[in-house]
């Protein structure tokens, strides 16, 4: 879905439907994080954007300290008790912009799917002067690709897309390319033992799940409602029409830098 700078807080009004539609990730993606950097009850780790909490769970039960920025106010109080029973997690209602900690506090900084709402510089400068030596840096997202085994589905929704969002609708699939050139991006200011991985996975849903899960993504959620609620419509009654399921062809990549 497409990236609107100054959509980052849209989020914070579906707090509910986030959490129940939005994806986890995979088992893999922990053991290749926690093969480059062990993880235990004397660590201390920070999430940038927990949102509801979809990345967190496995860095969680660790027993490191951890510490969770989040900008939504509604999003951390929601995560904030579905975590209640976590003494370690401490979730920040602040813009990562304007957390402030002592250089050299953490071992393990990670982001799912959101470190791409912060600028670049900013971003990765503050990620490299928060690390302890040696501390990593894990920036991984899920990229959802259209339903391959239903060419003429995605050609209508296309039709239906040009209609109400011209122009965000991928056509492209998340590539090895891709994920390089983004892994890479570290290397500028300062990190070493840069690499990447891919995970692939498929999710299916009815026509009514979609549409759920579509009022998940900000630049969907920032339509206006009346005309959204017709655009959600015709998304449900196309798939409806050729046969009532579309799978989703996730690529999800993991970033992972370390400072020197």
């Not at 009346?226 to 050729?242: A, G």
Request: glycine share 6%.
């Amino acid at each position: 879905m497409a990236i609107i700078k100054g959509l980052e807080t849209t989020f914070n009004t579906v707090y509910f439907d986030y959490d129940k539609w939005r994806p986890t990730y995979v088992t893999e993606l922990y053991n290749d994080i926690f093969a480059v950097k062990e993880i235990n009850q004397l660590s201390k780790v920070l999430e940038i954007g927990i949102g509801t909490g979809q990345a967190t769970f496995p860095i969680l039960e660790k027993g490191c300290s951890l510490t969770a920025i989040e900008l939504g106010d509604k999003l951390a109080e929601y995560t904030r008790q579905k975590f209640c029973d976590y003494k370690n997690l401490h979730i920040k209602n602040i813009a990562f912009q304007d957390y402030e900690c002592p250089p050299n506090t953490f071992d393990l900084i990670f982001s799912a799917s959101a470190f791409h709402w912060i600028p670049e510089e900013l971003g990765y400068t503050k990620v490299y002067d928060m690390l302890k030596s040696g501390g990593v840096f894990a920036r991984f997202a899920n990229h959802p690709f259209k339903d391959k085994e239903k060419e003429e589905l995605h050609v209508a929704m296309q039709k239906i897309y040009s209609r109400y969002m011209p122009g965000s609708l991928s056509s492209a699939e998340y590539s090895e390319e891709d994920a390089k050139n983004r892994a890479d991006i570290s290397k500028k200011y300062g990190f070493i033992d840069v690499n990447y991985q891919l995970y692939h996975r498929t999710r299916t849903f009815n026509a009514k799940e979609y549409v759920s899960l579509l009022g998940t993504y900000s630049d969907h959620i920032a339509i206006e409602e009346q005309k959204r609620l017709k655009f959600f419509s015709e998304i449900e009654e196309t798939i409806e029409d050729f046969g009532g399921k579309i799978t989703l062809y996730d690529t999800i990549d993991l970033a992972l830098s370390r400072k020197p």
